[in-house]
């Protein structure tokens, strides 16, 4: 009997282990498949924002309206958040999931979709990128004497082209395809964390995330190397002949090979969402199941009843979810110490999502780097900073165990040193371009104050030139001209990428010395001082970065202790910050814009160059601004955290005084300690 006994016992703990076996095997799968998502989602991220400089080129719109499609993806997030963030947990999360994975996948392949019906790229309007004629020939040069000149483009072909050209509107796919994105990226970090909450051992929670986090690296690490070498392939690779093709990467009119980013990035997506669709609501549904039907038999019997409780029981938590929203949105509007939270979170995160949209855009017009080498040093250089400074900024809150008043001053000081050297930028400002006709007048003797309508000098003004024309020349003096014409060149000699263009009159009346009056494709490159400036940038964005994740951990902590609202209102913060500032930032910088293209419609495109001094100054004076605001908002959220916490411990030293007055009535009466219910919670809590 004793020995059945202990055979049971033996059973029942092997099917007890085999149970925790299947749990855990559970878990560890959904967190596996969590990590994939998490790869996708962050791999998602950087590829848009490497390509932002491209797909403005390539779709020839303003910087505005390319920041307008880069927040479609967080207008895509706002639409399903408060669905998610309510509804969710209230579903089969790894499905959701999957669903989430599977749609922004989808956004992916439907972003790069317009580059197959668009037809080819023509960076200039004289040439058609498939024609096999020498390009030498559509270049136009100085004709004297010459009324018409053969290179323009007759109203009936404008006008034909124009109909035949109509691609400027498929950037709304883009802008859709992205939209997409933001709705299937909006359940994976919620319902994924939840569910991890949920399901793992207590204390574990924090360990899976931080591995999640890690892993999640491996995302931008990808994404930024894939941006490198997609950008450095030209648009058409695979349909053109890239001989035939004049321009470089170091080109303002070269665009890369940017749907490739996404049709990778997609398709990484939709295999991440394979896994959720066969993982269980709970990974230890059978258990569950069996508590259920031997705790409730009268579920078994009467499956009618239980199903209208069922749904009657849904209803009620719809319903009472729907006004715990409104609640919660009540309860941002009557609390100043969260309202001060979110408003300097919007303020940092528009500063930093501004800051980056454009960064690859920023660098090109100061500093003369093309966006395929700031990919690779932001890729291998600043993320494993920035990952060193999220990991010993939690180092640092848990070794002093800060309190939420320590943190908040930890996370100002972070936010004062990011400030620091970021204002160094200032310091290291290259020289604006020396540009015939935008910065100083065709003969290069003198500058101009304004690049509008800059008068032709007697070097150029019989040539019978295109204004709208660009196709920039570097002349043997150091500056650039806007086209071989503008420069007064007569001749040309070479092809392709080595054309070089002689007797150019305008660089005669320079005054060079050695009577080379020549000039070769392409801008002026930078100088080398300009050139050493740009390595120093990227020594202090190192640091700026650094100190932005040492306050990105104290920031979340921060986040944790002051949230009385649920995740919906938490997330409201990055959502605001990231649908306005890529489209306000834009909106500066296209006025500092000296030169737009115009496409065969004779409509305003895309940008050719910038005065990069005043670029500069917005782009850094924008951030710089709400950097500062976020500071002041810092000091007032610090001394109203200050305020309240010494309110609650004068009113709980006020309370305990009367417990213990109480406490020791009561012993005097009864001659032994009996510790009221006020006292027992108060000690509790």
Not at 164 to 184: A, C, D, P, Q, T
Not at 327 to 342: D, M, Q
Not at 618 to 624: D, E, M, N, P
Request: with cysteine; aromatic share 12%; net charge positive.
């Amino acid at each position: 009997m004793d020995q059945n006994q202990h055979l049971d016992k033996t059973a029942e703990a092997q099917s007890s282990e085999n149970k925790k076996t299947r749990h855990c095997n559970g878990l560890k799968m959904f967190l596996a498949a969590l990590a994939l998502s998490f790869i996708a989602k962050a791999l998602g991220a950087v590829v848009m924002k490497s390509s932002i400089i491209h797909i403005e080129r390539r779709f020839e719109i303003s910087s505005s309206l390319v920041g307008f499609i880069d927040g479609s993806f967080e207008i895509g997030n706002l639409l399903v958040i408060v669905f998610v963030s309510y509804f969710g947990s209230k579903l089969h999360r790894p499905k959701l999931i999957g669903i989430g994975c599977l749609i922004m996948g989808i956004g992916g392949v439907l972003t790069a979709l317009p580059h197959f019906f668009m037809g080819y790229y023509r960076y200039s309007k004289e040439i058609n990128i498939d024609s096999s004629e020498n390009s030498t020939s559509t270049l136009s040069t100085c004709l004297i004497n010459q009324i018409v000149s053969l290179n323009r483009t007759s109203p009936e072909i404008v006008g034909k082209g124009c109909v035949k050209e109509s691609g400027s509107y498929m950037w709304i796919y883009v802008f859709m395809g992205n939209m997409l994105r933001g709705i299937g990226e909006t359940p994976i970090v919620p319902l994924g964390l939840s569910y991890m909450d949920d399901f793992a051992k207590e204390g574990h929670s924090s360990l899976y995330l931080g591995i999640l986090n890690a892993i999640a690296m491996i995302g931008p690490i990808i994404g930024f190397t894939l941006g490198s070498l997609f950008s450095k392939m030209y648009v058409d690779i695979g349909s053109v002949d890239l001989s035939t093709v004049r321009i470089t990467p170091n080109d303002s009119r070269w665009v890369g090979a940017w749907w490739l980013n996404f049709l990778v990035s997609g398709l990484f997506s939709i295999i991440s969402s394979i896994p959720f669709f066969f993982l269980p609501q709970t990974p230890n549904k059978p258990q569950k199941e069996r508590k259920a039907s031997l705790s409730l038999p009268v579920l078994e019997t009467n499956d009618g009843k239980s199903q209208t409780a069922n749904l009657t029981s849904r209803g009620k938590n719809i319903t009472k979810n729907v006004t715990g929203f409104f609640r919660s949105f009540k309860s941002i509007l009557t609390n100043p110490l969260y309202v001060v939270f979110v408003l300097l979170t919007v303020l940092q995160i528009s500063s930093y999502i501004g800051g980056f949209t454009y960064v690859f855009k920023y660098v090109e017009q100061e500093y003369g780097q093309p966006s395929s080498k700031t990919n690779v040093l932001l890729g291998i250089v600043t993320l494993p900073i920035f990952a060193s400074g999220m990991f010993l900024g939690g180092y640092i809150i848990k070794k002093f165990k800060l309190s939420p008043i320590g943190i908040a001053k930890f996370s100002f000081f972070t936010a004062v040193m990011s400030l620091f050297f970021y204002l160094l930028y200032f310091f290291i400002l290259c020289e604006n371009k020396s540009v015939a006709g935008l910065t100083m007048t065709y003969d290069g003797n003198n500058p101009v104050t304004s690049h509008r309508d800059v008068p032709f000098s007697y070097c150029n003004s019989d040539c019978n030139c295109d204004e709208s024309q660009w196709e920039p020349v570097c002349g043997n003096n150091g500056i650039t001209y806007i086209s071989p014409c503008l420069a007064g060149c007569k001749s040309s000699s070479g092809n392709k990428k080595s054309i070089v263009f002689h007797n150019c009159s305008c660089l005669e009346v320079t005054g060079l010395q050695n009577r080379n009056y020549s000039a070769h494709l392409g801008e002026c490159p930078r100088s080398d001082a300009c050139i050493t400036k740009f390595y120093f940038f990227v020594a202090i964005q190192v640091l700026n970065l650094f100190f932005s994740a040492l306050g990105g951990t104290s920031y979340f902590m921060l986040m944790l202790h002051l949230k009385y609202v649920p995740w919906t209102d938490i997330f409201s913060s990055p959502i605001t910050g990231g649908i306005l500032a890529p489209i306000y930032f834009g909106a500066l910088i296209d006025t500092t814009c000296m030169k737009w293209s115009t496409n065969n419609c004779g409509t305003r495109g895309s940008c050719r160059i910038y005065n990069s001094t005043l670029f500069s100054k917005v782009y850094l004076g924008l951030s710089s601004v709400l950097r500062v605001s976020a500071l002041v908002l810092y000091i007032i959220l610090i001394y109203a955290m200050k305020k309240k916490f010494q309110e609650k411990d004068t009113n709980a030293s006020e309370n305990g005084s009367v417990m213990d007055e109480a406490n020791l009535e009561s012993l005097n009466n009864n001659k032994h300690f009996v510790p009221s219910a006020g006292a027992d919670s108060e000690t509790h809590y």
